[in-house]
Structures are given as structure tokens and as C-alpha cells.
């Protein structure tokens, strides 16, 4: 993960959490690794366990939303985010890929 740190607004954290919480549950698996590597972003982004829960209650597509309107340098973070936590139980799953590159093009599209 990378030492420097943006600002994240409330909304930009939800959204992140809201997209890592789903690779993490893109397999149907959640492990060790991959907990620690929440637990890791919890302490990079500033928040606490009660902020997943209302993560996983945001819309998807109003997640996508709020990714969009990030600075590109937000948006280069989460990509990391998003690869570690995916390749933190030791394997990188099809559907963890498949769930990244959606979230990566729809955060990156113009429309």
C-alpha cells in the first residue's frame, strides 16, 4: 500500500470500502489474508468496523458514481487497494478480475 496518503471525503470512503468489500466477496470466500488487508485499509483510510456495514448498504452504482468524481490520484490509490486485497489470499480469482476491470473502466469512463 502506498505510504502517501489523499484525503478521502466521508463519501469517497464509503465508496472504496464499498468496492473493496465486494472483491473480497467476489469469490465467495472471505480469508485471513484478505481480512488483514482490510484491516490494513481501515488504519491507511481511517475507519472502523461499524463503517463497513454502512458501506455494503450504498447502491453499487452510486458508488461507481462517487469513484468517478475522484482525482486521479485517488483513483490510482484504490487500484492498488483493490490488487492487494485481491492477491492477498495468495491468488488472484476470475471473478475478483472480472469485478476490478468493471469497477476500473466504469470509474475511468468519460459518460
Known amino acids: 500500500m502506498q505510504t502517501q496518503t489523499a484525503a478521502f471525503t466521508l463519501a469517497e470512503k464509503l465508496a472504496m470500502v464499498h468496492a473493496v468489500n465486494a472483491v473480497i466477496l467476489a469469490d465467495g470466500h472471505v480469508h485471513e ?14 475507519f472502523d468496523s461499524n463503517f463497513i456495514m454502512q458501506a455494503r448498504n450504498i447502491d453499487s452504482e452510486q ?5 468517478k468524481k475522484m482525482s486521479q490520484e485517488k483513483k490510482d490509490n484504490l487500484e492498488s487497494i483493490l490488487e492487494m486485497t485481491a492477491i492477498s489470499d495468495g491468488f488472484k480469482h476470475t471473478s475478483e478480475i472480472d469485478l476490478m476491470t468493471y469497477i476500473f473502466r466504469s470509474m475511468n469512463s468519460s459518460n
Open 33 to 46: 489474508g484478505e481480512i488483514n488487508a482490510l484491516t490494513q485499509l481501515m488504519q491507511y483510510i481511517d
Open 63 to 67: 458508488a461507481i458514481l462517487i469513484l
